[in-house]
């Protein structure tokens, strides 16, 4: 019984503490602040590196036919997970 109850303590705390990393994020982008710290800021910064990343590939690969078909391909994954969501 004792170790229900840690268990659920955990689970509330690590629940508690991932909605304050969403509030903490979604107040800093709507007043326009750039430095987000802590978990959030990490998210943010890897999300960042991925974009950079994959727009930089983008932009040097060459327009040929199996690189259309994978970005067709890409687009339409986003789009349908999009709709998924309901977003």
Known sequence: MKLRRLSVLALV???????????????????????VGGLAGWILAKQAELYRMISSTIRAARPTAPVIVFGALLLTGYIASERMMGI
């Open 13 to 35: 705390l690590v629940g508690a503490l991932f909605v304050l990393g969403l509030a903490d994020t979604s107040l800093a982008q709507q007043f326009g602040i750039s430095e």
